[in-house]
C-alpha cells in the first residue's frame, strides 16, 4: 500500500512558478510509475504528467508541454512538479498518483491517490 500526499499548491499570478510535491509512505516507492493530473471546476480530470520507475520516459500533456517538469527522487520517495509559466487555465485541483504499469497516462491504471493541492492562477 501506498499513501501519497501532495503539497505546494496555492495563489500564483499569471506567468509566476510553483513546485508541488508528492510524498509517499512504504518502501516500495521505486517500483511505482507516477503521475500528475488535474481537475478544475466542472471538468474531468485530466492527464499532466509522467514518469517511469528510475526517473526517465517522462513525458506531458500538450498543454503543459514545454512549461511543466515532473521528477522523482527515490531515496525521498518524492516527486515532484515544477510549473513554470503559469495561466489561468492551469487553475485546478492537482493530483498525484502512483501505478503498477512502468508510466501511463490513463487514470484508471493508477491504484494509489493523493488528497489534491489547489492551484489558482491569478490573471
Known amino acids: 500500500q501506498v499513501q501519497l500526499v501532495e503539497s505546494g499548491g496555492g495563489l500564483v499570478q499569471a506567468g509566476g512558478s510553483l513546485r508541488l510535491s508528492c510524498a509517499a509512505s512504504?518502501?516500495?516507492?521505486?517500483?511505482?510509475?507516477m503521475g500528475w493530473f488535474r481537475q478544475a471546476p466542472g471538468k474531468e480530470r485530466e492527464f499532466v504528467a509522467a514518469i517511469g520507475l528510475s526517473g526517465g520516459n517522462p513525458y506531458y500533456a500538450d498543454s503543459v508541454k514545454g512549461r511543466f517538469i515532473i521528477s522523482r527522487d527515490n531515496a525521498k520517495n518524492t516527486v515532484y512538479l515544477q510549473m513554470n509559466s503559469l495561466k489561468p487555465e492551469d487553475t485546478a485541483i492537482y493530483y498525484c498518483a502512483a501505478t503498477s504499469l512502468p508510466r501511463t497516462s490513463l487514470p484508471r491504471f493508477y491504484e494509489h491517490w493523493g488528497q489534491g493541492t489547489q492551484v489558482t492562477v491569478s490573471s
Open positions: 512504504g518502501r516500495t516507492f521505486s517500483r511505482y510509475g
